[in-house]
């Protein structure tokens, strides 16, 4: 098993620009989380996805983030416009539904908007 | 709103001593702890946990309690091993939300 894959690994950007992050969850696993880490709050819940359905998105930050999971094997998470505070490393993790609350993470994607 | 609260930013240890790693939190809700070990250019990795109708789980060198009354964990390792330096995060979970303490830095040395 491969894990959660992310990409891309280090990403830098002007401010302004597009970025989107990618993720391919564990195959079978029927949740996805996107958080994000940074120095001063550790790690933030961005959104999490049951069944590629958003259930919960009220981390996100404000209307410049999106995240869609098209299928159970894919999840983007997307900043437009970036701006330098939303410089961190973005993690995605993917779990079963089965009580446990065992996320298995990606190694994630450090951003670093200039 | 940090309602899970790890105070310790950093903790150095002597190798083959224990470890004891702090967590504090606001929410009685919480019925669910779990411990998570990351390293660098790593994500994290889960590491033990303990539901909230127990006060002790055991699991190899690490060992989790639970003291629901102050609402506080803690996560013990013994011996630690130079391999245990990571940075440990706690996390807590209510209803379907898992929220993380900002992480404790643990460097044992050799």
């Known amino acids: 098993d491969a894990g959660v894959i992310q990409s891309p690994r280090h990403e830098v950007t002007e401010m302004g620009q597009e970025v989107t992050l990618r993720c391919k969850p564990i195959?079978?696993?029927?949740?996805l989380f996107w958080y994000r880490q940074t120095m001063m709050r550790g790690l933030e819940l961005l959104i999490y996805f049951n069944n590629n359905v958003p259930i919960d998105d009220s981390g996100m930050p404000e209307d410049r983030f999106s995240a869609k999971m098209p299928n159970a094997s894919f999840s983007t998470l997307k900043i437009q416009p970036s701006e330098p505070r939303d410089s961190a490393v973005y993690f995605c993790a993917s779990s079963l539904s089965d009580g446990s609350w065992t996320l298995h993470f990606g190694n994630g994607t450090r951003l670093t908007v200039t | 709103d940090q309602q899970v609260k790890q105070n310790s930013p950093s903790l150095s240890v002597q190798e083959g001593r224990i470890s004891i790693l702090n967590c504090d939190y606001t929410?009685?809700?919480?019925?669910?702890f779990l411990w998570y070990k990351k390293y660098p250019a790593e994500g994290p990795t889960f590491l033990i946990s303990?539901?909230?109708?127990?006060d002790k789980n055991e699991d190899g060198r690490f060992t989790v309690f639970l003291n629901k009354s102050a609402k506080h964990l803690s996560l013990h390792i013994v011996p630690s091993q130079p391999g245990d330096s990571a940075v440990y995060f706690c996390a807590a979970i209510r209803g379907n939300k898992l929220v993380f303490g900002a992480g404790t830095i643990l460097r044992v040395k050799s």
């Open positions: 303990i539901s909230s109708i127990k």
């Open positions: 195959s079978g696993h029927n949740s």
């Open positions: 929410n009685s809700m919480f019925d669910y």
